[in-house]
């Protein structure tokens, strides 16, 4: 009697030392989060991204030292594309430029004259009135005087350029919203005399996929906002790459209605859109976090074998085809599958887990 009493207590043991390592593992499992998949018809507006290419405002400066001679324009005054702005004193180097036009005219007044000689030259060579050596000398005399009208040119191309350093250009129509500089001062190569601002109207630049492009068109409007602030601005549509780049991303340009002086060049900007989604269509759109990549491809934990809190991993390949603001639309997966959210970073393939029960 004595001995089934200590073999039920040893059984009894056993059982509670059993549940309670059932219970320490349980306890010792990773806790993961997960979502039902329950595909939906898209909202129809869609986020693209991009940046502003602004026209803004530009320090102008010469490219020469000098005094400045004339300064055309002030504070507010309108200018068109090309005008002078400003002059420096440049006389050495005008000079310099004259000197260089006088020299062309005597490389080719001396090349007329070496060719004349040397076509009476070939006349007598012809007849055997002038030996091989004079008619070789006066022909190289010929090409060394053209020669020297090619250098010429040279010279004086690159005096006329030196020359146009002078002049301080406006590099489209615009406004002059200062002058930092007056007339009779000096000035260094670089620094600033005027500060320009260009009428161009701003300009935003973003990528739409091959999956959406067909929705953009010329004038096509859609809002605009920075992440500077929360403003929404209206742009249209300017154009559109005709061929595909960046991986199966087309380069749309939208222009503003205006000029907004907040939106700098290089700004990262959201274009919202409104679209019909293409005959109701339905997708899979999960958190951008759940899914994966390796080497291969792209991929998902999904929930196997769910019950009483516990499941196991299981790894399940998918085919991103969009990303719709933290979320990744996808392709592969089933109504009701159970795909990991949270905790994806730290688990594997057949691993068991505790979940929350499937509401």
Not at 189 to 200: E, K, L, Y
Not at 232 to 253: F, H, M, N, P, Q
Request: hydrophobic share 40%.
């Amino acid at each position: 009697m004595k001995k089934i009493f200590l073999t039920i207590g040893a059984v009894f043991l056993c059982a509670i030392f059993l549940v309670s390592c059932a219970k320490q593992e349980i306890a010792q499992l990773r806790f993961v989060e997960y979502t039902v998949i329950a595909p939906k018809i898209p909202d129809n507006k869609k986020e693209f991204f991009g940046y502003i290419k602004a026209g803004g405002d530009t320090e102008l400066s010469f490219e020469t030292a000098g005094v400045i001679k004339k300064i055309n324009f002030t504070d507010g005054d309108i200018v068109r594309r090309g005008q002078v702005i400003a002059e420096i004193d440049n006389r050495i180097l005008e000079l310099e430029e004259l000197e260089n036009r006088a020299a062309l005219m005597d490389a080719r007044n001396k090349y007329e004259n070496a060719k004349n000689y040397y076509e009476r030259i070939d006349k007598l060579h012809a007849v055997g009135g002038i030996s091989d050596n004079d008619w070789d000398k006066a022909k190289t005399d010929m090409q060394s005087k053209e020669h020297q009208i090619l250098i010429a040119k040279e010279q004086l191309e690159m005096a006329k350029k030196r020359v146009g350093y002078g002049k301080l250009y406006a590099p489209d129509n615009g406004i002059i919203l200062k002058k930092l500089k007056e007339e009779n001062q000096y000035t260094d190569p670089g620094q600033a005399v005027v500060i320009f601002q260009d009428n161009r109207k701003t300009e935003a630049k973003i990528f739409v996929s091959e999956r959406f492009i067909n929705n953009f068109y010329k004038g096509k409007e859609l809002q605009i906002k920075s992440n500077e602030d929360s403003e929404v601005r209206i742009a249209r549509i300017k154009g559109i790459t005709k061929t595909s780049i960046d991986e199966g991303a087309y380069r749309v340009t939208l222009i503003f209605d205006k000029k907004y002086p907040e939106l700098k060049d290089g700004m990262a900007i959201r274009a919202i859109a409104e679209f019909t989604p293409e005959d109701d269509k339905k997708v899979i759109e999960l958190p951008v976090s759940a899914v994966l990549e390796d080497e291969n491809s792209s991929y998902v934990w999904v929930l196997k074998d769910v019950h009483n809190g516990i499941a196991k991993i299981k790894r399940h390949n998918i085919k991103p085809i969009d990303i719709n603001n933290d979320n990744m639309v996808v392709e592969g997966l089933c109504r009701n599958d159970l795909v990991v959210t949270k905790g994806v970073s730290e688990i594997m393939d057949g691993q068991r887990v505790k979940v929350k029960d499937a509401e």
